[in-house]
């Protein structure tokens, strides 16, 4: 059969680590998140996570070797023998050539890019309240709460708060998006590949109008 490669476009804070989890789950496909993938690297204090730290918490982009170095070894794991659901990558034009070239030598190329569309200042809301979980599921304090305050539903961890997720790293973040990543749009649309998804919904409503265009395709 052939492999499924989903890209999830948006800013930060439009929604798109909530969609991919649903979607790969819901598609079983494998979810790669290069944001989550940084912040194992960090945590488990590997050269990789040295070297994206100061980006990170600057809230600019790791530079584009390194990032797509480290997507072509995760992309080639086992788990993405159905295809990904790829989420924060690509993040620039670089990378999306370089994702092509990738996916072109395994015989595959993107087949739908969900462009997750909210205005600039619900991001800020959104990024404001995010509570993560250790495991990379994503909270809401006020939109999507755990059952009780600050404690992951599944596994009873204690929840926090990203560090770039601060008000000024934020406004930067949103920035870094418009200059470097918002010209993918136009990339995809020029592919015939981008869909416009209403991110203002509800998170069921974002996945239902996804897994709708995903049957389209
Ligand atoms: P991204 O991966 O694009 O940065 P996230 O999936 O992490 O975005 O979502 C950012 C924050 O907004 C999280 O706290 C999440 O729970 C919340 N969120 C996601 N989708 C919605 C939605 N449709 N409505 C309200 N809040 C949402
Ligand atoms: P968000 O979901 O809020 O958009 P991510 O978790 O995707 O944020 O990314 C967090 C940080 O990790 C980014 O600000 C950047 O420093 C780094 N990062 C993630 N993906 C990429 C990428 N594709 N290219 C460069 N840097 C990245």
Redesign the pocket.
């Known amino acids: 059969m052939a492999k499924m490669y989903l890209v999830m476009l948006?800013?930060?804070?439009?929604?798109?680590?909530?969609?991919a989890k649903e979607i790969a789950r819901q598609l079983k496909l494998a979810h790669i998140s290069t944001g989550d993938l940084f912040r194992e690297n960090l945590k488990n204090e590997t050269e990789l996570g040295k070297l994206a730290q100061s980006y990170m918490n600057a809230g600019e982009l790791v530079p584009d070797d390194v990032t797509v170095r480290m997507v072509e070894d995760r992309i080639s794991r086992p788990d993405c023998e159905r295809g990904a659901v790829l989420?924060?990558f690509p993040r620039t034009p670089n990378q999306a050539k370089a994702l092509d070239d990738l996916l072109g030598k395994l015989g595959s190329s993107v087949k739908l890019v969900p462009y997750?569309k909210v205005p600039d200042e619900v991001l800020v809301e959104?990024?404001s309240?995010?509570?993560m979980s250790p495991s990379g599921r994503?909270?809401?304090a006020k939109?999507?709460p755990p059952k009780v305050k600050w404690i992951d539903d599944l596994d009873g961890s204690q929840l926090y708060q990203r560090e770039d997720d601060k008000p000024e790293t934020v406004r930067h973040r949103i920035e870094v998006y418009n200059e470097q990543t918002s010209p993918l749009i136009a990339y995809y649309q020029e592919k015939n590949l981008l869909v416009e998804i209403d991110?203002t919904?509800?998170?069921e409503k974002?996945t239902d109008a996804i897994m709708k265009a995903v049957g389209e395709v």
Do not use: E, M
Request: avoid cysteine; proline fraction near 7%; charged fraction near 15%.
């Open positions: 948006g800013p930060p804070g439009a929604g798109k680590g909530t969609q989420d924060g997750i959104r990024l309240g995010r509570w994503v909270y809401h939109y999507n991110g919904q509800g998170i974002v």
